[in-house]
C-alpha cells in the first residue's frame, strides 16, 4: 500500500550506512491527518539511539537533521508526531556520533485508533472523576520499526518503535496526540483528561463530555 510512499532507504553518516525510513508527506498527508513515532521498548543494554528527523521540500536529504531525540527523552516522552507540513521527511537512528543503526519495517496493519479518556471536576482538594470510557476513532495504519545497533548479532530488535499513521485524529482542542492509542500496538496509553464544565468538539461522532455520570 505505501510501496512509494513509505521505504526504508540506504543512508550514509559520514563514512558509516545504514537505513532511513523516507516518508513522502505531501502524498500521506491527503489521506492520513495524524502521522506519528511511538517508542515501544528497548532490547539493548550496549547501545543509546538518538532518532533523527530531516525534512526537506524535494527528493533531497539535508546533511543536518531538523530535529534529534534523544532515548531517553523520546522514552518518557513515548510519542512523536511528524510535522506534516513538510513534503519529505527521513527517519534515521544515530549511534553515538557517527554511525547509523539499520532499520526494518514491517507490512502495514489496519487498526482502530482510540482514546481512554477521562472526565473530571476540579475541586479546591483536587480533581474528582465525574465520567469516562473508550473514544474509538476510526481507520489507523501501522508499522513496526525493528532497529538494529550492528554491536552484537544482526535481529533488528535493539529498539523498537512503531510508525503510526490515523485517518482522523482527535481535534485540535482534545490536545491529545500524548493519550492516543492503537488497538495493536503495544505501548501504554494513558487517560485522556477532559474538563467536566468545558466545550469539546466531536471525534468520528463522539464527544469526550458523553461519558459525564448522571
Given at each position: 500500500?505505501?510501496?512509494?510512499?513509505?521505504?526504508?532507504?540506504?543512508?550514509?553518516?559520514?563514512?558509516?550506512?545504514?537505513?532511513?525510513?523516507?516518508?513522502?508527506?505531501?502524498?500521506?498527508?491527503?489521506?492520513?491527518?495524524?502521522?506519528?513515532?511511538?517508542?515501544?521498548?528497548?532490547?539493548?543494554?550496549?547501545?543509546?539511539?538518538?532518532?533523527?528527523?530531516?525534512?526537506?521540500?524535494?527528493?533531497?536529504?539535508?546533511?543536518?537533521?531538523?530535529e534529534e531525540i534523544k532515548e531517553n527523552s523520546f522514552q518518557q516522552a513515548?510519542?512523536?508526531?511528524?510535522?506534516?507540513?513538510?513534503?519529505?521527511?527521513?527517519?534515521?537512528?544515530?549511534?553515538?556520533?557517527?554511525?547509523?543503526?539499520?532499520?526494518?519495517?514491517?507490512?502495514?496493519?489496519?487498526?482502530?485508533?482510540?482514546?481512554?479518556?477521562?472526565?473530571?471536576?476540579?475541586?479546591?482538594?483536587?480533581?474528582?472523576?465525574?465520567?469516562?470510557?473508550?473514544?474509538?476513532?476510526?481507520?489507523?495504519?501501522?508499522?513496526?520499526?525493528?532497529?538494529?545497533?550492528?554491536?552484537?548479532?544482526?535481529?533488528?530488535?535493539?529498539?523498537?518503535?512503531?510508525?503510526?499513521?490515523?485517518?482522523?485524529?482527535?481535534?485540535?482542542?482534545?490536545?491529545?496526540?500524548?493519550?492516543?492509542?492503537?488497538?495493536?500496538?503495544?505501548?501504554?496509553?494513558?487517560?485522556?483528561?477532559?474538563?467536566?464544565?468545558?466545550?469539546?468538539?466531536?471525534?468520528?461522532?463522539?464527544?469526550?463530555?458523553?461519558?459525564?455520570?448522571?
Amino acid at each position: 500500500m505505501f510501496k512509494e510512499t513509505i521505504k526504508v532507504m540506504p543512508a550514509t553518516l559520514g563514512e558509516s550506512k545504514g537505513d532511513a525510513v523516507y516518508l513522502d508527506m505531501r502524498a500521506l498527508r491527503s489521506e492520513f491527518s495524524y502521522c506519528g513515532v511511538w517508542y515501544a521498548r528497548d532490547k539493548s543494554e550496549e547501545s543509546v539511539l538518538t532518532t533523527l528527523f530531516y525534512y526537506s521540500k524535494d527528493d533531497r536529504r539535508p546533511d543536518v537533521p531538523g530535529e534529534e531525540i534523544k532515548e531517553n527523552s523520546f522514552q518518557q516522552a513515548g510519542r512523536f508526531r511528524i510535522d506534516s507540513s513538510h513534503d519529505r521527511v527521513w527517519m534515521g537512528l544515530r549511534l553515538g556520533e557517527d554511525a547509523y543503526a539499520g532499520i526494518r519495517l514491517s507490512e502495514f496493519r489496519k487498526e482502530t485508533a482510540y482514546l481512554n479518556c477521562k472526565v473530571v471536576r476540579n475541586r479546591a482538594s483536587g480533581a474528582e472523576s465525574v465520567g469516562g470510557g473508550i473514544i474509538r476513532g476510526g481507520d489507523a495504519r501501522f508499522a513496526k520499526i525493528g532497529v538494529e545497533d550492528r554491536l552484537g548479532s544482526a535481529d533488528f530488535q535493539d529498539l523498537i518503535l512503531f510508525l503510526v499513521l490515523i485517518k482522523e485524529g482527535p481535534p485540535a482542542d482534545w490536545m491529545a496526540d500524548s493519550c492516543l492509542g492503537v488497538v495493536g500496538v503495544p505501548v501504554q496509553v494513558p487517560p485522556c483528561r477532559f474538563a467536566h464544565d468545558r466545550k469539546y468538539s466531536s471525534w468520528n461522532g463522539q464527544n469526550p463530555l458523553d461519558g459525564i455520570k448522571g
